[in-house]
Antibody
Framework: QVQVVQSGAEVKNLGASVTVSCKTS????????LSWVRQAPGLGLEWMGW????????NYAQKLQGRVTLTRDTSTSTAYMELRNLRSDDTALYYC??????????????WGQGTLVTVSS | QSVLTQPPSASGTPGQRVTISCSGS????????VNWYWQPPGAAPKLLIY???QRPSGVPDRFSGSKSGTSASLAISGLQSDDEADYHC???????????FGGGTKLTVL
């Protein structure tokens, strides 16, 4: 079965950077894209960006352009999300999500367990 | 605030039917499919409905989705206590070139 397992919680200072990893298994890693979605405490879901596991092509949310970088390692079926220059409002649960595809209608099919990133002043 | 608009809360008694609305615009729901996710308390979101009205395997047929114009709806019939969760709608936005979500609806089973 498909598994999406993320790295553990992080506490970072204002202005620092954080990298969250996302190890997948149970399918051909290069066949599906991966998105990152975050959820601040008590708030809704926010899409951060997408990476093609096949080519490494990326698409970032306009709000986070310049501060976020998505990468992947096909040899280990792992994706990474780096967020730089952390601010207090970056405190959130970060989810790695493998997409699903229904005749080129995409959706978020398999969610990781979430990684809590706390930005401390 | 969120690009898609959902009511912040909804409620019903066991056995009742409830609906949750999701309103968008021509650049998102008006042109693209809507997906729904449910998030039990303290858990990660899970796919509930995809491509407007399709249920993944394992999702009971008590859950149904629909779309008309720039709005979508999620209906839950035969409400059960286990249905208490947050429900999120989502669609691709052509203008933003990215995914957008509603603010989420907290469903309470009274």
């Amino acid at each position: 079965q498909v598994q999406v397992v993320q790295s553990g919680a992080e506490v970072k200072n204002l202005g620092a950077s954080v990298t969250v990893s996302c190890k997948t298994s149970g399918y051909d890693f290069t066949y599906y894209g991966l998105s990152w979605v975050r959820q601040a405490p008590g708030l809704g879901l926010e899409w951060m960006g997408w990476i093609s596991a096949y080519s490494g092509d990326t698409n970032y949310a306009q709000k986070l352009q310049g501060r976020v970088t998505l990468t992947r390692d096909t040899s280990t079926s792992t994706a990474y999300m780096e967020l730089r220059n952390l601010r207090s409002d970056d405190t959130a649960l970060y989810y790695c999500v493998r997409e699903g595809d229904n005749n080129r209608n995409y959706y978020f099919k398999h969610w990781g367990q979430g990684t809590l990133v706390t930005v401390s002043s | 605030q969120s690009v898609l608009t959902q009511p912040p809360s909804a409620s019903g008694t066991p056995g009742q039917r409830v609906t949750i609305s999701c309103s968008g615009s021509s650049s998102n729901i008006g042109r693209n499919a809507v997906n729904w996710y449910w998030q039990p308390p303290g858990a990660a979101p899970k796919l509930l409905i995809y491509t407007n009205d399709q249920r993944p395997s394992g999702v009971p047929d008590r859950f149904s989705g629909s779309k008309s114009g720039t709005s979508a709806s999620l209906a839950i019939s035969g409400l059960q206590s286990d249905d208490e969760a947050d429900y999120h709608c989502s669609a691709w936005d052509d203008s933003l070139n990215g995914w957008v979500f509603g603010g989420g609806t907290k469903l309470t089973v009274l």
